[in-house]
Nanobody, 119 residues
Framework: QVQLVESGGGLVQAGGSLRLSCAASGSIFMFNAMGWHRQAPGKQRELVAAITSYGSTNYADSVKGRFTISRDNAKNTVYLQMNSLTPEDTAVYYC?????????????WGQGTQVTVSS
């Protein structure tokens, strides 16, 4: 089992910045991926950014150039630096941890942290 603890959400004005953190604990496989998804009211949950334990990253087109994902493997912690925020970034942000399990991937989710961007 893996437990995830998120922090860093809040209210910010458009154009501002926030930094999210997510610390993983428990059965941490050496090869894994951590990332952030978000869900706005009335919309499906979507990938924002992800990073593997080797440092490969993936971003949603809507956040490229504005958000940066990074991680500290020694602390099993992933960070999401969000700059130039817009009201469209308002959502609940969920930390995700996944590792290979047989031919599939096993997923774990944080409790979510609210990000609200005012215009």
């Amino acid at each position: 089992q893996v437990q995830l603890v998120e922090s860093g959400g809040g209210l910010v004005q458009a154009g501002g910045s926030l930094r999210l953190s997510c610390a993983a604990s428990g059965s941490i496989f050496m090869f894994n991926a951590m990332g952030w998804h978000r869900q706005a009211p009335g919309k499906q949950r979507e990938l924002v950014a992800a990073i593997t334990s080797y440092g490969s990253t993936n971003y949603a087109d809507s956040v490229k150039g504005r958000f940066t994902i990074s991680r500290d493997n020694a602390k099993n912690t992933v960070y999401l630096q969000m700059n130039s925020l817009t009201p469209e970034d308002t959502a609940v942000y969920y930390c995700n941890f996944q590792h290979p399990s047989g031919s599939d991937w096993r997923h774990y989710w944080g409790q979510g942290t609210q990000v609200t961007v005012s215009s």
